[in-house]
């Protein structure tokens, strides 16, 4: 990847790392809170366009990451422990298990087969969490307070969040832009290109593909942990079907392969989402012509649209 | 003495009612190039895909090297040394010409599970994709997509991919098909340039070709072997004459 390649993503995280000071010139508080909301989802997209746009499997159950991480946060708290870190590493580990499993049984599938395998997969982790009344069951559970970092309790400012989560994104996308220039990210996107070739080359797609998996399982699960801290709240909710189909849609308009797409997608959906709420109720109705009008004249979704050359996929 | 390199003992594949490969036997010693030739239709590609193990056999045994790989999938018999070419052509369109022929490197050569140093520049890889591409005569296009080469520069590729693999037996499946005859001159040029190092199986339509390059001939036809021989000997053979080759095509 050259630097000049890289221009697209340098602009954008330029661009959030500026939102939080105009933000406050614009004396609206809530906007940050919006701001990191977006900046969590934007991460959890990022994580499904590694697997859609580098190993073309396609998860229809990516929410449940977002679930993993973020009763990871409630359990670890129940504990008695509040460090964020330790409960993203408790997130990490739990998800990269559920990935390594769900993907082992899954990938035996293919196409469509495999995405609703995944999609199952994600259900039956809902409905699991919905049973479980010592978790509040389907009304969720409220957290006493935010995670705590080192001790102390920097969660707690909105504008510190915010340039939390906007580290963790800008990590995630540096470590998964190095990984799809890997020895090993090459080998997902050739089995992605053309698996027969990549066969007959030596490669066996199944271990790179849960391997694919796994990172991807584990990046969204960090994405769970910032989740229930800015909302303070966990619900089975966050990972419904639908959150993994909204997971999908960010990444489709921002354009699969890319890996920044995905992030303008999360802030382009989620930005329009809420726009369209002072409107109507009806947000939905109206952001579904416009992903036709994406799937129909931009494949390539808005990375596609703003950098034409560079934004062609990682590898 | 050692065992051939490539032996094939009564192999058979059924699709349904119709048998495809039908009880086909051979051997092939190293250093050898063998050419499969027969009509449309006589199963040349289906006993490559047998071969190269893309396709599973219904009967019979494929021993490599004294080994009975005939259990062994795509990805094992490759690791072997077994490469092969497509009849239509197969490449990695979104990569480069030299970044096709470094996956190939680095398919033989270790570990594809590292993260985080940067494929492009490693030495390990592309010094020798560089080396098969210039065999192959592409290296002027190596930095090239290979969905923007030629039909004929993608067919050189796919063998310099094969090469990459520093194969014990290269399979290669109509490596001649579409091209012009310049193309064609140059690329039995290349295959003969190879042939003093490689022990070579191909399946081709084009006879001039075939006569010109092989060791020994094989004529497949509705699935059967029916003759396997020196060009010469292929030649004279009244079989063959009747069932494919026909008068004019052996003046």
Redesign the interface.
């Known amino acids: 990847m050259t630097a000049r390649g890289q221009t697209p993503a340098i602009v954008l995280f330029a661009g959030l790392a500026l939102f939080p000071l105009a933000a406050r010139f614009g004396a609206d508080a809530y906007l940050v809170t919006l701001g990191a909301r977006i900046l969590i989802f934007a991460l959890a997209a990022l994580s499904l366009d590694f697997l859609v746009g580098q190993g073309a499997l396609v998860s229809f159950g990516h929410a449940a990451y977002l679930g993993i991480g973020a009763y990871s946060v409630v359990l670890a708290s129940i504990a008695g422990i509040d460090d964020l870190l330790a409960q993203a590493l408790i997130a990490i580990v739990a998800a990269a298990l559920f990935a390594a499993l769900t993907g082992y049984v899954s990938l035996r599938a293919s196409g469509v087969y495999y995405i609703m395998s995944t999609l199952a997969f994600g259900q039956m982790l809902y409905f699991l969490f919905v049973s479980l009344s010592a978790l509040g069951g389907d009304d969720g559970y409220t957290l006493s307070s935010r995670s705590r970092l080192i001790g102390k309790p920097l969660l707690e400012s909105d504008f510190s969040f915010y340039y939390l989560c906007l580290a963790a994104l800008a990590l995630a996308y540096l470590v998964l832009a190095r990984v799809a220039k890997s020895r090993f990210g090459r080998a997902l996107n050739a089995v992605r290109q053309n698996p027969l070739r990549a066969r007959a080359l030596g490669f066996r797609p199944f271990p790179f593909q849960v391997a694919a998996c796994v990172i991807a399982g584990a990046i969204a699960g960090v994405a769970g942990t910032l989740l229930a801290n800015q909302s303070e709240f966990v619900a089975p909710a966050f990972m419904s079907w639908q959150r993994s189909g909204e997971l999908l849609v960010m990444t489709i308009l921002g354009g699969v392969g890319s890996l920044w797409g995905a992030i303008l997608g999360a802030i382009t959906y989620l930005t329009l989402e809420e726009t369209l709420s002072l409107l109507t109720d009806q947000t939905h109705l109206l952001i579904g012509p416009l992903l036709v009008v994406v799937a129909i004249f931009g494949s390539r979704g808005l990375a596609g649209a703003l950098a034409p050359k560079s934004s062609g996929r990682a590898a | 003495m050692s065992p051939p390199l490539l032996s094939v003992e009564g192999l058979a594949k059924r699709f349904g009612a119709l048998v495809v490969t039908d009880d086909v036997s051979f051997s092939l010693d190293e250093g050898r190039l063998a050419a499969l030739i027969g009509p449309n239709g006589a199963g040349k590609t289906t006993l490559i895909n047998q071969l190269?193990g893309?396709l599973p056999s219904d009967g019979g045994r494929i021993l490599f090297a004294g080994l009975d790989i005939s259990a062994y999938?795509?990805?094992a018999r490759?690791?072997l040394g077994l490469?092969?070419s497509?009849q239509i052509t197969?490449?990695?369109?979104?990569?480069s010409a030299l970044?096709n022929v470094?996956?190939?490197v680095?398919?033989?050569s270790g570990?594809?599970?590292?993260?985080?140093?940067?494929?492009?520049r490693?030495e390990a890889?592309n010094a020798p994709a560089w080396t098969a591409l210039e065999r192959v005569g592409l290296r002027a296009r190596a930095g090239d997509l290979a969905r923007e080469l030629s039909h004929g520069e993608k067919r050189l590729l796919e063998i310099a991919?094969a090469l990459a693999?520093r194969p014990r037996l290269m399979l290669l499946d109509e490596p001649f098909a579409g091209l012009g005859s310049d193309e064609t001159r140059a690329a039995v040029d290349l295959v003969r340039d190879l042939k003093s190092e490689y022990t070579m199986l191909l399946v081709e339509h084009d006879l001039d070709a075939v006569f010109a390059l092989a060791d020994e001939i094989g004529v497949l036809v509705n699935g059967r072997l029916i003759a396997w021989g020196t060009p010469d000997a292929i030649r004279a053979d009244a079989g063959v004459r009747s069932a494919y080759l026909g008068e004019e095509a052996l003046a």
């Open positions: 190269s893309a999938d795509l990805p490759a690791e490469a092969r497509f197969s490449v990695f369109p979104e990569l970044e470094a996956l190939a680095q398919a033989r570990s594809s599970f590292r993260f985080f140093g940067r494929a492009a490693e890889l991919m693999l």
